[in-house]
């Protein structure tokens, strides 16, 4: 399979800890961003990479969140001093450059902050 | 990105059409309509986007107002699959912008 993919898919962690997500991008796609999703809502933009360059942050990124993608593929979340607040779905998609950017999302990782 | 607006559930029989609506009375006139879905435990997923022209695809069609301030995404046929969350997306012409998700539309597909 050569789609998007993320591990861990579930990750139960308690508050405080530090946990690092990481996800592989389609190959040739030079383009990632990280999406965050809580229950009944849609997904919320994080953050952004094109190849190893960090060009936009959300204001959900809390000094907490760290985001790399050292080179130019798969790239690593970080959240530091986990809260019970960081729960939820964190979802990865990336894209090739194209007119319409359509973006391919992986199946997420599930944060559950006890 | 401009606004969307979208009902949050609808209900479809098995076989039958479903049309699901979008309203988006502050489009630019650059903007292009994405739709993507999402299963239940799934990643969202691309299924079509237009800019003035109704578009078809093998996944569904597009529908899109002269005035462009609202849009329709029809399944022709719509399958147990086809339930999901269904996303109305603004998206400006150079695609470089993240995706602005709404809360959707949750289709319920009735067997």
Known sequence: DTGVSQDPRHKITKRGQNVTFRCDPISEHNRLYWYRQTLGQGPEFLTYFQNEAQLEKSRLLSDRFSAERPKGSFSTLEIQRTEQGDSAMYLCASSFRAFYNEQFFGPGTRLTVL | ?111
Not at chain 2, 13 to 26: A, D, I, M
Not at chain 2, 64 to 72: G, H, L
């Open chain 2, 1 to 111: 990105d401009a606004k969307t607006t979208q009902p949050n559930s609808m209900e479809s029989n098995e076989e039958e059409p479903v049309h699901l609506p979008c309203n988006h009375s502050t489009i630019s006139g650059t903007d292009y309509i994405h739709w993507y879905r999402q299963l239940p435990s799934q990643g969202p997923e691309y299924v079509i986007h237009g800019l003035t022209s109704n578009v078809n695809n093998r996944m569904a069609s597009l529908a899109i107002a002269e005035d462009r301030k609202s849009s329709t995404l029809i399944l022709h046929r719509a399958t147990l699959r086809d339930a999901a969350v269904y996303y109305c997306i603004l998206r400006d012409p150079s695609g470089n912008t993240p995706l602005v998700f709404g809360k959707g539309t949750r289709l319920s597909v009735i067997a």
